[in-house]
């Protein structure tokens, strides 16, 4: 029976080990967001807050503001490309957003190029607790000519969490902007996000994040500024849709003033996001 077993266990490997060696690199990738699915809640990622889940994915965002006496629209909006790596850890590269501004006292220009690094603390899917937690460390690159944003380099530490309740689910984050120099003159903000979303049919979310900051240093010091922002999600899926088809989705959302302070208000977040 052992010699019989023995050449038949060889020859599965055999078969088994080169059809794995012979996935593109192109399949692999593809792999990843199913994979992560068996890991993690199905919740989808905030319109502002991060995710503290692991999302492979890119993210095409306009954001228009409006402040007194000017109207800026922002092409990107601080979002770009995240890929997967195993089952720990993701990473983002943001190219710079293009900042368009409608006043006299402000010029046109591009903002700052960031990467993100995050890994995965914990986690479970719906029949293991439904849960995330990650530590995400953004850095944004010092800036160029006709610059708008940051004056310097920065760092953006995060912990992002969340627990989802059937069909609903709630996340939060709590993070703070540190620049790397110049600190009296653009300050130091901690951030603290919390979002309840809902996901009452197959392909709608809905949800209203809190965004709050809390100003240090610099000019804005001692001040507190805080947003809510309802937004809604459209998960364009195909009737033969499989797990590793690309899922394009159509969000939208306005960051609303709630407090005194606030260097502006109604901003509209429009965005095309594409998980692959």
């Known amino acids: ?13 055999a078969v088994c080990v080169p059809a794995r060696a012979q996935e593109s690199f192109l399949d692999r990738l593809r792999d990843n967001n199913p994979a992560m699915s068996k890991l993690q809640p199905a919740w989808i990622a905030p319109l502002i807050q991060s995710d503290a889940r692991l999302v492979q994915g890119a993210r095409f965002s306009v954001a228009r503001s409006s402040s007194p006496g000017a109207e800026t629209f922002c092409y990107g909006n601080n979002h770009g490309l995240s890929v997967i790596a195993g089952t720990r850890l993701q990473f983002e590269a943001v190219p710079p957003a293009f900042f368009r501004n409608h006043s006299a006292q402000l010029s046109d220009g591009w903002g700052s190029a960031a990467t993100q690094l995050k890994y995965r603390i914990a986690s479970g899917d719906r029949d293991h607790g439904n849960f995330a937690l990650s530590a995400i460390l953004v850095h944004g690159f010092p800036p160029g000519a006709n610059q708008n944003g940051p004056l310097t380099s920065y760092n953006v530490p995060k912990l992002a969490a969340g627990k989802a309740f059937g069909p609903f689910n709630l996340q939060s984050t709590l993070a703070g902007f540190l620049p790397t120099s110049k600190t009296e003159q653009q300050g130091r903000t901690i ?3 919390l979002t309840g979303q809902i996901h009452p049919a197959s392909r709608l979310f809905f949800d209203i994040e809190n965004n709050a900051a809390f100003y240090f240093a610099g000019p804005n010091d001692g001040q507190r500024e805080n947003f809510l922002t309802p937004a809604a999600f459209l998960v364009l899926k195909k009737k033969d849709w499989g797990p590793r088809h690309p899922v394009p989705v159509l969000d939208a959302g306005m960051q609303i003033a709630t407090s005194r302070f606030h260097c502006d208000n109604h901003n509209l977040i429009t965005e095309l996001r594409i998980l692959f």
Do not use: G, H, Y
């Open 1 to 13: 029976m052992k010699k019989t077993l023995l050449p038949l266990l060889l020859s599965t490997a």
């Open 191 to 193: 951030e603290w996000n």
